[in-house]
């Protein structure tokens, strides 16, 4: 089957028309990991692996950039921690709810912790070595270039920096057989168990759509990823069972056939 083809400019509009009408439900959930326990689980993680790899600084003098920060979830939980964080997003309706969240986390943000602007992820206008850690969740894969995301992030971050990108090979279904037979037994499992299905009130025709759009989508993951980020000079290992510490057990059910990686990179030369 021929690849489809479509220009960037078109399928970014046609992304972020996407994301603006989903940027209010997509909140909602952020808002529920934000009062419940995964805030504590995250926040754990990502501080924890920011201080194994870059040593006792102290956080204040760390700088984090949230690539595709959405509703802000990872920008709220660092700031909370003390990091100094930039969030970029490429539509205006996440960064409202994300400024929304943050204006709601209980006061414990000091005013202009967290510095929002509108980019592209792969284009961000900011400063070369700007950066200690990057951090990105879910985002890579909806990109049309990826590659170009990861050489934007190599640009940005110091030396010595730290990426940390979590993602999934979520639409890997529309082109492999197998996983299309472990994505309907996910469902399969969602509809047994009772489980919150987290697709509803998503357009899943049109998502699926712009899966396959991205490249990504036909890849297989985080095999390419790791390969990219060695062209680019980066030291990379994949953590292919972060899912089993950072999920919950309904995103287990719902995702058992796209389990969550973490791609963990790092630049070289001293801090």
Known sequence: ??????????????????????????????????????????????????????????RGSLRVLDAGTGPGFFAIILAELGYRVWAVDYTDAMLDQAR??????????????????????ARTGLASGGFDVIV????????????????????LLAPGGLLLNFDAAWYRYLYDGGAAARRRRDRDNVRRTGVADDTAGTDV?????????????????????????ARLGLDAVADERAWETLWTECERVNNASTPLFMIEARKGGRP
Not at 3 to 8: A, P
Not at 100 to 121: H, K, M, Q, S, T
Not at 206 to 216: K, N, V
Request: net charge negative; aromatic share 8%.
């Open 205 to 229: 025709d049109e998502m699926e759509a712009i899966a396959r759009l991205t490249p990504l989508s036909r890849l297989e993951r985080p095999a390419w990823d790791l390969d990219e980020l």
């Open 1 to 58: 089957m021929a690849e489809q083809t479509v220009s960037t400019s078109s399928f970014a509009r046609r992304n972020a028309a996407y994301w603006t009408g989903r940027a209010e439900g997509y909140s909602d959930v952020n808002r529920e990991e934000l009062d419940g326990s995964q805030r504590r689980v995250w926040a754990s993680w990502i501080d924890g692996r920011i201080r194994e790899r870059l040593g006792p600084r102290a």
């Open 100 to 121: 929304a969240n943050e204006a709601r986390a209980n006061g414990a943000l000091e005013p202009g912790r967290i510095v929002f602007r509108r980019a592209d992820v």
């Open 136 to 155: 990105s969740r879910n985002v890579t894969w909806d990109l049309p270039d990826p590659a170009a995301a990861y050489a934007e992030w190599e640009r």
